[in-house]
């Protein structure tokens, strides 16, 4: 395949430029060409001289922290500390600690202002952003991570090795939701270096994200070949439940948990199971489940915000209102934002949901003027709560790109029904239900569909589908989804009209007894075929009878 160039292709987002907040060191690094700097080191030199151990190329489960792998230290390896600890979880593609990944963070800024030309610690340092960004929810980060990533490459090309710059760009991209230009740089890796392990999370969010499933099992796949432990199992637990495969996904994130070491780790894993819980529609387990992670790691903001969704289901809305806000305290994620937003609504609390809602529309334009694709978020929420026609115009613009997830397919389709286009949403709806995945909140929007299309039976299996699978999915649709069953009403007995069999015919009215006598002899053969030649006449009152217990045939609509 031709390989990509050295910037990211149609990358899009903010220029080439430092924030004003980051660190003075690099904002303006001697010159790699001044005579007071030796030249650009060779690969091996640069593998051998990493101050600190920079360790081999890893991701994190959340995002990428990637390196080069040390084969010669000169130097001894860090002191235990957080720097120590975070290339420690990296080495292993595991999460690390915040408070270590800031240490990172730092320990990185502060060796490139002196060291401008080590291109594998601008590779670290740029993942790093992206991973902080993630876990932030704050985009400024992007931008710092894409002129430290685009840095490394200045100093040497991904042609002459530096693919953990370009597996970092494949992070950025997709942190950004921009999954086209992600499959790029991390395919242009595969093509170069088939096993190199660390390009295959990328690659899984890149074709998940553009609806690519087969594409993504097979990354997966890969992945766990390459390096089997608690992030394969993690991304092997994630696919089983996207197919709906619950036992499955169920038996391997318990077994990524009981495998976790980490506190950061552990963490994951345990919110993994909480995550599982919910979906399944046992708040009383997924509260247990997240607050075990929350033991473990403190301010752990996934587990945050998904213990607040269970304890609204469970009617503790005071303490899902606490944690909503704990969670937006550490990161302000557009879904935390909206769901607070409508739990809000659900209580009356008009005002507060309102307030809600506008800090999400603030932080959804903080995100698109850094280069963040906020399409599907606020296609979602235009959709349920502002301008449903610009929700389909956003959303169809993503389709368009090629962003096919079944979270896309399903907010186009609800985004359409919500503008009156119902039938144009079914094909959409029906692409989310079909993706295999147990979806209540897709089985909803489907169902509501179809009962706006007259499709009354679908709609019916599709709403007590989608309660069945969790009686509270959302504090607004699901009450919306019992009113919706409630409407449509029993299904009559037997089932739908044009499914039963006509009613048989009045059977003959009895005839009068007749006279003993002799029983009637069976007519010759001879005698017999003459009265099959006889010309139409009245039937006898037997054939009659007979043909009146017999069934009718079934209508064309029974045999479909």
């Known amino acids: 395949m031709d390989l990509t160039p050295q910037q990211p292709p149609g990358a899009s987002g903010p220029e080439y430029s430092f924030d004003t907040d980051w660190p003075a060191p690099d904002a303006s690094p001697p010159d790699p060409a001044s005579p007071a700097e030796p030249p650009p080191p060779t690969m091996r030199t640069t593998l051998r001289r990493a101050a600190f151990g920079i360790v081999a190329g890893a991701v994190l489960v959340t995002g990428a922290v990637v390196a080069v792998p040390d084969d010669e230290k000169d130097a001894p390896p860090p002191a235990s500390g957080p720097v120590s600890r975070a290339m420690s979880a990296t080495a292993a593609g595991s999460p690390a600690a915040l408070a270590d990944l800031t240490a990172l963070i730092g320990d990185r800024q502060k060796w490139v202002g002196t060291h401008p030309s080590d291109a594998d610690s601008w590779a670290v340092l740029g993942s790093a952003y992206v991973e902080a960004?993630?876990?932030?929810?704050?985009?400024a980060y992007?931008?710092?991570a894409e002129r430290a990533l685009k840095r490394s490459l200045d100093v040497r090309p991904g042609e002459s090795g530096n693919t953990?710059?370009?597996v970092g760009l494949a992070s950025l991209a997709n942190a950004r939701r921009d999954f086209v230009t992600a499959k790029k740089w991390g395919e242009t890796v595969r093509a170069r270096r088939p096993k190199e392990w660390t390009v295959y999370p990328q690659l899984i969010d890149a074709y998940n994200g553009l609806g690519?499933?087969?594409?993504?099992?097979?990354?997966?796949?890969?992945?766990?070949?390459?390096?089997?432990?608690v992030p394969a199992l993690g991304r092997a637990a994630e696919m089983y439940r996207d197919r709906g495969w619950r036992e499955d996904a169920l038996a391997t994130a318990q077994d990524a948990a009981n495998r976790a070491k980490t506190p950061a780790e552990k963490a994951a894993c345990l919110a993994r199971l909480g995550d599982l819980a919910w979906e399944r529609g046992e708040?009383?387990?997924?509260?247990?489940?997240?607050?075990?992670?929350?033991?473990?790691e403190r301010g752990h903001h996934p587990s945050l915000a998904g213990r607040a969704r269970a304890l609204a289901?469970?009617?503790?809305?005071?303490?899902?209102?606490?944690?909503?806000?704990?969670?937006?305290?550490?990161?302000?994620?557009?879904?935390?934002?909206?769901?607070?937003?409508?739990?809000?609504?659900?209580?009356?609390?008009?005002?507060?949901s309102v307030g809600q809602y506008e800090k999400l529309r603030a932080a959804l334009d903080r995100g698109r003027a850094r280069g963040v694709d906020e399409s599907l978020p606020l296609g979602r929420f235009e959709a349920a709560h502002g301008d449903a026609d610009a929700a389909v115009e956003l959303l169809r613009a993503e389709w368009k790109r090629g962003h096919r997830s079944p979270a896309v397919a399903d907010a186009l389709g609800w985004a359409l029904h919500r503008s009156g286009d119902s039938e144009g949403a079914l094909e959409y709806a029906q692409r989310a239900v079909d993706s295999g995945g147990q979806n209540a909140s897709y089985a909803y929007h489907l169902g509501m569909v179809?009962?706006?299309?007259?499709?009354?039976?679908?709609?019916?299996?599709?709403?007590?589908?989608?309660?069945?699978?969790?009686?509270?999915?959302?504090?607004?649709?699901?009450?919306?989804?019992?009113?919706?069953?409630?409407?449509?009403?029993?299904?009559?007995?037997?089932?739908?009209?044009d499914m039963q069999p006509p009613p048989a015919p009045e059977p003959p009215s009895p005839q009068a007894p007749a006279p003993q006598g002799p029983a009637p002899q069976a007519p010759e053969p001879q005698q017999q075929q003459q009265q099959q030649q006889q010309p139409d006449g009245p039937a006898p009152a037997a054939a009659v009878a007979r043909a009146a217990v017999q069934p009718s045939p079934a209508p064309a609509a029974a045999v479909r």
């Not at 509260?287 to 033991?295: S, T």
């Not at 009354?456 to 009450?479: I, V, W």
């Open 212 to 229: 690519d499933q087969k594409s993504a099992i097979t990354a997966v796949e890969r992945f766990t070949e390459l390096r089997a432990g």
């Open 133 to 139: 960004g993630r876990r932030a929810a704050d985009p």
């Open 283 to 296: 708040p009383k387990e997924a509260v247990a489940q997240y607050g075990a992670a929350l033991r473990v």
């Open 313 to 352: 289901a469970l009617g503790r809305t005071d303490e899902a209102v606490r944690d909503y806000q704990a969670a937006l305290a550490k990161s302000p994620r557009p879904a935390y934002l909206l769901e607070l937003g409508e739990l809000y609504e659900s209580l009356g609390l008009d005002g507060d």
């Open 450 to 497: 179809q009962r706006a299309l007259g499709d009354y039976g679908p709609a019916r299996r599709q709403l007590e589908g989608a309660l069945r699978t969790n009686p509270k999915f959302s504090p607004l649709d699901a009450p919306a989804a019992r009113e919706a069953l409630d409407d449509l009403g029993e299904p009559p007995a037997g089932g739908p009209a």
């Open 164 to 166: 953990a710059a370009w």
């Open 142 to 144: 992007y931008t710092r």
